[in-house]
């Protein structure tokens, strides 16, 4: 079966509108999802022509999509409603994710478990923004939706807390050992 994505676009792009839709119940955010599972189709774009049921296929993949956007949304609204202290999850990728050696997987952790210890010591404010820039990965616009608060801010609040993370992170005698001269 030869299946271009053009094809399958035309064919089930209303469908997928439909859907998300249907689970969102919210115009602007089942165009988000949709667009989410566009993506992962074109991702997976060498593995159309060996699906034999499309329609099914796109809608477990929206479905799951839709299931993480839920599930991320859960964790973002128990995050902002706690203010955790510290970090589950590393905040920058520091080291080059190819094969490291055992040492340099050690000397990854320890870095990032550091620059979590520091960004624990940020205001509220910081930690919040470079949690949803850096670990959600949202956008700009987003994080000016969900914090209601103008892009500008955002920007700003991104621009202050990574200097000071800088200014903490120089600052630490233990953290400057693993960063080369």
Same mark, same amino acid.
């Given at each position: 079966?030869?299946?271009?994505? /053009?094809?399958?676009?035309?064919?089930? +792009?209303?469908?997928?509108?439909?859907?998300?839709?249907? &689970?969102?119940? +919210?115009?602007?955010?089942?165009?988000?999802?949709?667009?989410?599972?566009?993506?992962?189709?074109?991702?997976?774009?060498?593995?159309?022509? /060996?699906?034999?049921?499309? =329609?099914?296929? &796109?809608?477990?993949?929206?479905?799951?999509?839709?299931?993480?956007?839920?599930?991320?949304?859960?964790?973002?609204?128990?995050?902002?409603?706690?203010?955790?202290?510290?970090? /589950?999850?590393?905040?920058?990728?520091?080291?080059?994710?190819?094969?490291?050696?055992?040492?340099? &997987?050690?000397? !990854?952790?320890?870095?990032?478990?550091?620059?979590?210890? !520091? %960004?624990?010591?940020?205001?509220?404010?910081?930690?919040?923004?470079?949690?949803?820039?850096?670990?959600?990965?949202?956008?700009?616009?987003?994080?000016?939706? %969900?914090?209601?608060?103008?892009?500008?801010?955002? =920007?700003?609040?991104?621009?202050?807390?990574?200097?000071?993370? !800088?200014?903490?992170?120089?600052? /630490?005698?233990?953290?400057?050992?693993?960063?080369?001269?």
């Amino acid at each position: 079966m030869n299946v271009t994505l /053009d094809h399958v676009y035309d064919e089930y +792009n209303r469908y997928l509108y439909h859907l998300c839709l249907k &689970l969102t119940r +919210n115009q602007t955010e089942a165009e988000d999802l949709m667009q989410e599972v566009w993506l992962k189709v074109v991702r997976y774009e060498t593995n159309v022509k /060996d699906v034999d049921h499309l =329609k099914a296929w &796109l809608t477990t993949i929206c479905m799951n999509t839709f299931r993480d956007r839920y599930r991320k949304n859960v964790r973002i609204s128990k995050h902002v409603m706690n203010q955790p202290e510290t970090l /589950d999850v590393p905040v920058l990728d520091l080291v080059p994710s190819e094969t490291l050696s055992s040492e340099e &997987l050690l000397e !990854k952790s320890d870095l990032s478990q550091m620059v979590r210890d !520091k %960004i624990s010591e940020l205001d509220s404010i910081y930690q919040t923004t470079v949690m949803y820039f850096y670990v959600h990965q949202y956008s700009l616009i987003e994080i000016a939706e %969900i914090m209601k608060v103008s892009i500008g801010t955002v =920007k700003s609040r991104l621009f202050r807390a990574k200097q000071r993370l !800088k200014e903490m992170l120089i600052a /630490d005698s233990a953290i400057t050992d693993y960063i080369p001269a």
